[in-house]
């Protein structure tokens, strides 16, 4: 069975821009979340989407988004670029939603860099 | 909210040795997972713990849940190079209130160096 994959897995962008990030779970997976890692904040949670429903939401400004699309692929956007944007951002998938007993699965991570 | 916090913060250890690390928390976990990050790339999950009290081996990993739900830890027998990362623990949380949220929380990490 193939991994969580995310694309791209390096980015370069500017102040102001905007980002899109994309996560294809696990074959059969239907929740995804999506974390950002930075070595001053470490693992913070950003949301949750199963069965393209948002589900859970963490602790960050409108400026971050995300969608899930009917085959369970999952894309983050980040508008209006700031510089502590600059981070890994990791994608998890499972096959029940979060909270439950079920594990999730990380993607390699996307990182990004914010000039 | 909840917070799981891991000791020790890092360690640098010599092949060869064994390594103890752990996780608690001020609020119980119905679940324990212990994930292990290489540099650049996402947490790999390593061992998952569903019972109090239950002790679980994969190959020189061992975890356990702590039978008051509040802890968990993890053990690595004969450090070899390839052991080098970072340790994280993590359990579902449900917070209730203000956002009625449950997610994943991740442990603060524990860094291994291991020296040949």
């Known amino acids: 069975k193939a991994g969580v994959t995310q694309t791209p897995r390096y980015l370069i962008k500017t102040r102001g821009q905007q980002v899109t990030l994309s996560c294809s779970p696990i074959?059969?997976?239907?929740?995804v979340s999506w974390y950002q890692q930075t070595p001053g904040q470490g693992l913070q949670f950003l949301f949750e989407?199963?069965?393209?429903?948002?589900?859970n939401k963490g602790n960050f400004p409108g400026r971050f988004s995300g969608r899930q699309f009917s085959n369970s692929r999952s894309e983050m956007n980040v508008s209006t670029l700031e510089l502590g944007d600059s981070a890994l951002y990791l994608c998890?998938?499972?096959?029940?939603?979060?909270?439950?007993?079920?594990?999730?699965?990380f993607g390699p991570g996307t990182r990004l860099t914010v000039l | 909210g909840q917070q799981l916090n891991q000791s020790p913060q890092s360690m640098f250890i010599q092949e060869g040795e064994d390594v103890s690390m752990n996780c608690t928390s001020s609020?119980?976990?119905?679940?324990w997972l212990w994930y292990k990050q290489d540099p650049g790339e996402g947490p790999v999950l390593l061992i998952a713990l569903y019972k109090a009290g239950e002790l679980t081996s994969n190959g020189r990993l061992t975890a356990q849940f702590g039978i008051t739900r509040k802890d968990s830890f993890l053990n690595i027998s004969a450090s070899i190079p390839s052991d080098v990362g970072i340790y994280f623990c993590a359990g579902p949380s449900r917070e209730r209130p203000p956002d009625n949220t449950d997610k994943l929380i991740f442990g603060t990490g524990t860094r291994l160096q291991v020296f040949p």
């Open positions: 074959s059969g997976h239907r929740s």
């Open positions: 609020s119980i976990f119905n679940t």
């Open positions: 989407y199963f069965s393209e429903t948002q589900r």
């Open positions: 998890a998938s499972s096959s029940l939603p979060s909270g439950g007993t079920d594990t999730q699965y």
